[in-house]
């Protein structure tokens, strides 16, 4: 069976990786990077429709939200992803946020507005912290959190009317959870809950990124919690939009309950690479059910051991950063026993560099939270690029909450 990724980041090579795991799948790419062609063929997008593949997943939420799906249905090829019309839900904040208030949906309080006077208002309505939110895609860039007044007016001035339309809501205080659920439009497999880490350097400080390390780790939901997220968003949401692929729900933790920040409609990204690491079904499986509409009885398995995810960046990522560093020690540190996912990666004339603002996503599992971690900073510290940087701090919120001893990782 041909199974085509589309997609050349971290959660595509993580999803290529477990997908050459089945027995009988060969796995495409398009556009893949040097990781994918480890594990598969790389093609780009241009032929990726010509393919013919038996099953195509499509990671990141670009293609989605110009209709990829709604192309390759109308061809008669089965695809995992959500329609044009439902990947709205990502596409479009205030979208989101209209049809969260319609259906019920736990979420922050907000107002969007069209016109900075109304802004205003808004921030006034709610105090600080206020949180301003781009109503279109921004790659992770268009959420601000607002202090005070200045803070208010400078974030304004970026993402604010005349620019497009602004979301200001009500900040929440919690913990945060990535909460991702594969679905068929009327059955649904639920993923292990995940925690990323959004911010760009330790202790959640500095600017926000798309994600600088992320865990999987049974500790971070419980099973009533689980539920909860379930019957008031999962399922809701899956009924009245007939959702078919990766509703992936960011979920504030908060005192009066799970809340809604954003819904993606695809895999997170670095949350898959935890995910298909500590995943102990055959993913294959479930993707072509979810596909053809059958997933009603289908459960996803995950082994006990936790897994952890260490992003290593370019240096100034999130801001503006070189390419084309060479790429030291992804051998050794695979040799010692962790994963090395690739992101920004290219092949230069004398061998493997960097290409964008994440890099690799060095991965490892352990029997608890605290050695999978410490197994994947081992890894970490044996790979070397130019400017690299990476946060020290991955995971160490599960460790407080799982009871284990606080760890900490040098280099
Ligand atoms: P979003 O793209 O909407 O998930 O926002 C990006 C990040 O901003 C989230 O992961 C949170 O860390 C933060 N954030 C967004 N909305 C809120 C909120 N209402 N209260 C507190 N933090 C928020
Ligand atoms: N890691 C956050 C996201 O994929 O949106």
């Given at each position: 069976?041909?199974?085509?990724?589309?997609?050349?980041g971290?959660?595509?090579?993580?999803?290529?990786?477990?997908?050459?795991?089945?027995a009988?799948?060969?796995v495409?790419?398009s556009?893949g990077?040097?990781?994918?062609?480890?594990v598969?063929?790389c093609?780009?997008?241009?032929?990726?429709?010509?393919?013919?593949?038996d099953?195509?997943?499509?990671?990141?939420?670009g293609?989605?939200?110009?209709?990829?799906?709604?192309r390759?249905?109308a061809?008669g090829l089965?695809?995992v992803?959500p329609?044009?019309?439902?990947a709205?839900l990502?596409?479009?904040k205030?979208?989101?946020k209209?049809?969260m208030?319609q259906?019920?949906?736990?979420?922050?309080?907000?107002?969007?507005?069209?016109?900075?006077?109304?802004?205003?208002?808004?921030?006034?309505?709610?105090g600080?912290?206020?949180?301003?939110?781009?109503?279109?895609?921004?790659?992770?860039?268009?959420v601000i959190?607002?202090?005070?007044s200045?803070a208010?007016?400078?974030?304004l001035g970026?993402?604010?009317?005349?620019?497009?339309?602004?979301?200001?809501?009500?900040f929440?205080?919690g913990?945060?959870?990535?909460?991702?659920?594969?679905?068929?439009?009327r059955?649904?497999a639920?993923?292990?809950?995940t925690q990323?880490h959004k911010?760009?350097?330790?202790?959640?400080?500095?600017?926000?990124?798309?994600?600088?390390?992320?865990?999987?780790?049974?500790?971070?939901?419980?099973?009533?919690?689980?539920?909860?997220?379930?019957?008031?968003?999962?399922?809701p949401t899956?009924?009245?939009?007939?959702?078919?692929?990766?509703?992936?729900?960011g979920?504030?933790m908060?005192?009066?309950?799970?809340?809604v920040?954003?819904?993606?409609?695809?895999?997170?990204?670095?949350?898959?690479?935890?995910?298909?690491?500590?995943?102990?079904?055959?993913?294959?499986?479930?993707?072509?059910?979810?596909?053809?509409?059958?997933?009603?009885?289908?459960k996803?398995?995950?082994?006990r051991?936790?897994?952890?995810?260490?992003v290593?960046?370019?240096?100034?990522?999130?801001?503006?950063?070189?390419?084309?560093?060479a790429?030291?020690g992804?051998?050794?540190?695979?040799?010692?026993?962790v994963?090395?996912?690739q992101?920004?990666?290219?092949?230069?004339e004398?061998g493997?560099e960097t290409?964008g603002?994440?890099?690799l996503?060095?991965?490892a599992s352990?029997?608890d939270l605290?050695?999978a971690?410490?197994?994947?900073?081992?890894?970490v510290e044996r790979?070397?690029?130019e400017?690299?940087?990476y946060?020290?701090?991955?995971?160490?919120?599960g460790v407080?909450?799982?009871?284990g001893a606080s760890?900490l990782?040098?280099?």
């Open positions: 069976m041909k199974i085509l990724v589309i997609g050349g971290g959660r595509e090579h993580a999803l290529c990786w477990k997908l050459a795991q089945t009988g799948v060969e495409f790419a556009p990077n040097p990781g994918m062609a480890r598969g063929k093609l780009p997008l241009e032929q990726a429709e010509e393919l013919g593949a099953l195509t997943v499509v990671g990141p939420e293609p989605l939200v110009e209709g990829i799906v709604d390759f249905r061809r089965r695809i992803g329609n044009r019309e439902a709205r990502e596409g479009s205030a979208y989101a209209y049809f208030q259906r019920g949906i736990p979420t922050a309080e907000s107002v969007t507005v069209d016109s900075a006077e109304d802004a205003r208002k808004a921030v006034e309505r709610f600080f912290p206020v949180v301003l939110k781009a109503d279109g895609l921004a790659a992770g860039k268009g959190i607002a202090e005070n200045a208010a007016e400078a974030a970026v993402l604010g009317p005349p620019r497009g339309r602004l979301v200001v809501e009500e929440l205080r913990e945060e959870v990535s909460f991702i659920a594969l679905s068929d439009g059955d649904v639920t993923l292990a809950p990323d911010a760009a350097f330790d202790g959640d400080t500095g600017p926000n990124t798309g994600g600088m390390g992320a865990y999987c780790d049974s500790s971070i939901l419980s099973e009533s919690q689980t539920t909860e997220v379930l019957e008031r968003v999962i399922y899956v009924e009245a939009t007939g959702f078919t692929g990766f509703l992936y729900a979920l504030m908060t005192e009066s309950g799970p809340k920040l954003e819904f993606n409609v695809r895999l997170g990204d670095p949350e898959t690479q935890p995910l298909m690491h500590r995943m102990a079904s055959d993913f294959a499986p479930a993707l072509m059910a979810a596909a053809e509409g059958e997933l009603g009885g289908v996803l398995e995950w082994r051991e936790p897994s952890v995810c260490v290593m960046a370019s240096g100034g990522y999130p801001g503006g950063f070189e390419t084309g560093k790429i030291h992804i051998e050794e540190a695979e040799r010692f026993g994963t090395v996912f992101a920004g990666t290219r092949m230069g004398r493997l290409a603002g994440r890099v996503g060095v991965t352990g029997g605290a050695e971690i410490a197994r994947a900073y081992e890894g790979i070397r690029f400017g690299m940087h946060r020290r701090d991955i995971g160490s919120k407080g909450r799982s009871g760890v990782t040098t280099g």
